[in-house]
């Protein structure tokens, strides 16, 4: 395992604690991103990414693959049997993306994981989280790799 006193851990490298260790590299901030498993995942547990969410890649010069590969939705019907409840018009937004990307997450899971490991970080696999104790000025995590406890101390987890 890498630093043993990282300033922020991150527990789970989804979409969304991939994203927060990438953002935490880019500003100098030490952290330890950590995931049980030994690889992602390859089946989806989302396959959505929102216009806001596609607002913030853009911001981040990361929204040209999403784009690329995923697919545009532009609206939502919602059904109960048979009949058609209604429809949600996604350009209806405000945002500049009026539609909805139907994207796999593990390609979702790629661009970050690009992203993070460009601004220094990688993810921690094989980890797991299996205790944690709070203290005045920091948390004190126990982390399990092949058999092996260690404990981290961090400010913010």
Do not use: K
């Not at 010069?61 to 690329?68: F, H, Q």
């Not at 995923?70 to 949600?88: C, H, K, M, P, Y």
């Amino acid at each position: 395992m890498s630093d043993p006193s990282p300033q922020v851990l991150v527990v789970g490298a989804g979409p969304t604690g991939l994203l927060l260790a990438a953002e935490l590299e880019r500003r100098d901030v030490p952290c330890l991103l950590i995931d049980a498993l030994d690889a992602p995942q390859v089946w989806d547990r989302a396959t959505v990414v929102h216009a806001r969410s596609v607002e913030i890649f853009e911001a981040l010069g990361l929204e040209a693959r999403l784009l690329a590969e995923g697919v545009r939705t532009r609206a939502a019907r919602f059904q109960s049997d048979g009949e058609v409840l209604g429809q949600l018009n996604f350009g209806a937004s405000g945002s500049r993306y009026g539609f909805d990307i139907g994207l796999s997450e593990e390609v979702t899971e790629s661009v970050l994981t690009d992203f993070l490991e460009a601004q220094g970080g990688a993810v921690t696999r094989s980890t797991r989280l299996i205790g944690l104790v709070a203290g005045e000025d920091a948390a004190t995590a126990t982390l399990e790799r092949d058999g092996e406890r260690r404990e981290v101390v961090a400010q913010w987890v």
